[in-house]
C-alpha cells in the first residue's frame, strides 16, 4: 500500500531488467543508456565509452556462482549484440554471432552454465566460459531465434522460440 517511485536523473529512459545485489544496491539494465545502477536511493552510470561493453541497450541481467552480473546486449547505435559479465572491476565481452546479434536473455544454472538466448542460435557458456552453440543445423532446435529459457527441477532446459514454439532440452550439463 505504500509506493515509492526513482526517477532517473535524465527522466528519458527505460529500465529493462534489474538484479538487485543487497538491499542498498540495485543494477539497472536499460533501453539507451547502458548500465545503471541504484545505490542508496540514487543513481550512477557505468558508462559505455568509459567501461567498452558492447551497446547501450540491455535486455537481460543474470548472476552467475563467483558474483559475476552478466548482461546482455542488443545492437543499437552505439554497439553491437553481444554479452558481457561484471568482475567487480570491469566487463569481460563475449561477442556472439554477427553485430546485429540480438542477445536476448541469459539464464544461470545450479552448475553455472549460462544459457543465452539470442537472434542467431542458443549459446551456453559452462561453468569456465567455454561455449557451445545450438542452431538448427546442428541441433533439433526448431528456430535459431531464441528468446527466453529456464531448466526445470529435472534438470531439462525450456527453450522459448520467436514463432516456432517452445522446445525441451534434456542435458548432461
Do not use: M
Not at 543465452?116 to 538448427?136: H, K, L, M, P, W
Not at 533439433?140 to 531448466?151: G, H
Amino acid at each position: 500500500t505504500d509506493w515509492n517511485v526513482y526517477n532517473e536523473p535524465a527522466g528519458k529512459d527505460w529500465i529493462n531488467d534489474i538484479y538487485i545485489e543487497s538491499e542498498s544496491k540495485l543494477w539497472l539494465g536499460t533501453k539507451s543508456d547502458g548500465v545503471r545502477t541504484f545505490v542508496n536511493e540514487s543513481f550512477d552510470s557505468l558508462l559505455h565509452s568509459e567501461y567498452g561493453y558492447p551497446s547501450n541497450t540491455i535486455s537481460s541481467i543474470g548472476v552467475d556462482n563467483l558474483n559475476n552480473i552478466w548482461f546482455c546486449f542488443l545492437p543499437d547505435d552505439e554497439g553491437r549484440g553481444g554479452v558481457s559479465y561484471w568482475n567487480g572491476n570491469g566487463f569481460n565481452n563475449f561477442l556472439l554471432g554477427s553485430a546485429q546479434n540480438n542477445v536476448n536473455n541469459v539464464f544461470i544454472d545450479g552448475q553455472d552454465n549460462k544459457w543465452i538466448a539470442t537472434s542467431e542460435g542458443f549459446t551456453v557458456f559452462d561453468a569456465q566460459n567455454n561455449s557451445t552453440v545450438y542452431r538448427t543445423t546442428n541441433s533439433l532446435i526448431t528456430s535459431n531465434n531464441i528468446r527466453a529459457s529456464v531448466r526445470d527441477h529435472n534438470g531439462n532446459v525450456w527453450i522459448t522460440t520467436y514463432a516456432t514454439g517452445l522446445n525441451k532440452f534434456k542435458t548432461s550439463l
